[in-house]
């Protein structure tokens, strides 16, 4: 990505799993886990002093780790990481958690993956020994790998730290815990070598070889990381040396694909043509008013428009009645319809899907069909409140079901034929769902209403699992004003791997949303295998995905995985994997294995294989220096959003990232001379100032007005991968400067001045403000405008969701979306403000006291102000 832009963020279904630790000394099988369900991304911490950058060169706002690159907009990349477990225990961080069951929910900016150097300085392991017949390794590890390992970065799996603590004590402190946020389809430059053949595979546990394996190359022996034992390779690994091992891809590489094209299985034939490419059916409320139906439409044309011609589109309109829209009648727009009240009998579906009619047809065929279709619609009639028309949403998803599900006579003599990839139904709402299965009264004072809601949200799951269980993904994208009772939506997108929006109205992100919805998916059929070291087990998890039971123990006889079922394979999501040590590590290096299984748009199945060696460190500063704040914050705010089911939670939650920050000191930080204060480590001085934009934030804060869309935002950040996930926690703030350049600054509201121009990304929202005084300047103001619209829209190019972008002026109400997400410094010393805030000292002071006089006085603490309550003084600026 050469111009500036976001990383794809991910998609959103949420759940987590408790996994109780092995008793010491055994080998570890998989621990049980629970999965359950919760949604956000940030920017990076500001730099100090802030560079002048074009707009497609915006640097990474972090410092450490220089020696790794950055992705393209500017957020530093973290590293990998595995394993589940239930969430988080009450805030009492005096003592190290529990174990417990593992949950699951589903989660966006990118830390700095681990980089794989071929001069690595880390420290070489024990010698190893291990018996396997007669056979004996007595090598270093670095004498097998080490001295090769290439100068390769793996951006699908993010750590929190580059280093492992070996004390159990101190590397199990929960409040600043340790982890990875791990997706399948982050892009990877170069991509994955692909191997066209099985993988090897250790006899024991299931573990792949991999770069960091000892090798026997006489042999053609391989010692696995994980458990250590020794395995064969059907003579694929004999050499006369070590170096020709370097062309064997997957003892070269951490990160390789294993291939298997469609042509390969017996009596399947993968087919590409339109009949069998995956459709996508819109499933459309006709209940809408003239203004919002206008938007509506234009929104619709432009989608259509912009689908590729092989894709097949099916339309299904909803009210009190369902219409499935024919697209054999070419002249007029003609629909079968069906009653909305109650679930379709098979032989109505049996006489709809069998008949004459085409339902589901190609775009280049069937484009001004479509057209005139959407010309067709209308505006709701009768005189009733949008809340109280019935809308039979549940009924319609059913029929859109069958139709993707078409008649049974493609598995014919044998011969099986799939559609690539997800098939996906996007829902398009404009209130709630009031007629029919899993609907609910048009009135919160139904006497029977909480009984009507639980039955509604049971239903509402079981339709999306059986989606899944069709390899159908439903999105649900609601506009309007009308309260769309998100909770009762919410499980149908959940379970079937796909995501809930809400928008203002039919408008330009709506639409922007339609098109990237239709196209997102890149897989079907996935799961997540992690194996970890045996000194390291996954204690939670959180994303888009749920446990499955997968029974390894025939093929492997210690097969202690933990292996999630994904609900959907796509970039814009990931897995955060929280981790603890069962004991003192003794060794010198940890090891972390990932396997991505699932079926391609293209009909192959891949086996994606990420490795991952950590050296272990008994140095507590060393370990701290090697902590990414980014990914930590995130996993942090992951697990801490995972707790706030509501509006009182949510209260809970910000006082439990007060004790956080405390305890973090007490553990890692050091007193003050003659002082009952305490400095916050100066190696982690990102992470309280994110930790305060959560705390404050439309995550966990009053930013945001109905409980709704919380609970909507949670669920999203709770998948999304690391991208969009730090924007959602941390603004980046970028202002405008002569040139159209931009110059990026700590999200402070010392950016508010009245000369300049501010673009402020917070992932789902993009704000634009504009100085009164620049705007009063005839033709720079709306120059200005215009680059800072052209900023937002690369920086949000391929994000998912497409956020709003607002533009509002100095002194306008709609400012305070803008003033509410930025810290507010105006109090501060000025000693303070420069030190956090060095563009300052730019400013002339007739510019620094017109500044400091704009601001009106309000109670929000500062984010040093924050820190002295809380006892702790704020690290020094990086």
Known sequence: MPTLMAKRPESSVRYSVAIPPPQQGTQSPRPDTVFSPPPFPSTAGPIFPPPIVQPNQIPSPSGKTPNLPSPANGVRTGSPGPHLSTPPGPPVFSSPLQPAAVPFRTSPATPQPVAYSSASSLPTSSPLQFSNGSVELHHQSSDATEDWTPATETPNVLFSAHKVLKQKKLANIPSLGFGALVSSGREMSPGPQVIQRDPHRCHNCGAYANLYCNTLPGSGQWQCVICRNLNGSEGEYVASNKEELRNVPELSLPSVDYVQTGNKRPGFFPVSDSRVSAPVVLVIDECLDEPHLQHFQSSLHAFVDSLPPTTRLGIVTYGSTISVYDFSEESIASADVLPGNKSPDQESLKALIYGTGIYLSPMHASLPVAHSIFSSLRPYKLDIPEASRDRCLGTAVEVALAIIQGPSAEMSQGVVKRPGGNSRIIVCAGGPNTCGPGSVPHSFSHPNYAHMEKTALKWMETLGREAFGKNTVIDILCAGTCPVRTPVLQPLAKASGGVLILHDDFGEAFGVNLQRASGRASGSHGLLEVRCSEDIFVSQVIGPGEEAHVDNNETFKNDGALVIQMLSIEETQSFALSMETKRDIKRDFVYFQFAFKFSDVYQSDITRVISVRLPTVDSVSSYLQSVQDEVAAVLIAKRTLLRAKNANDALDMRATVDERIKDITSKFGSQMPKSKLYQFPRELSLLPEILFHLRRGPLLGSILGHEDERSVLRNLFLNAAFDLS??????????????????????????????????????????????????????????????????????????????????????????????????????????????????????????????????????DPSFCEWMRSLKVLPPEPS
Do not use: N
């Open 726 to 859: 730090l924007r959602m926690v941390a603004p980046r703030c970028l202002m405008h400067r002569q040139g159209g350049t931009f110059e990026e600054l700590p999200a402070y509201d010392l950016a508010m001045q009245s000369d300049a121009a501010v673009v402020l990304d917070h992932g789902t929202d993009v704000f634009i403000w504009l100085g009164a005084e620049l705007d009063a300047q005839e033709g720079k103001g709306a120059a200005a405008l215009a680059a800072c619209r052209t900023l937002a829209e690369e920086l949000t190019e391929m994000r998912f969701p497409a956020p709003r972008i607002l533009a509002f002026k100095e002194g306008s109400s709609q400012a305070r979306y803008f003033v509410s997400r930025l810290i507010p410094a105006h109090k501060d010393p000025p000693y303070e403000q420069e030190a956090r805030f060095p563009q300052l000292r730019t400013l002339t002071a007739e510019q620094r006291t017109k500044l400091k006089s704009s601001f009106l006085y309000f109670d």
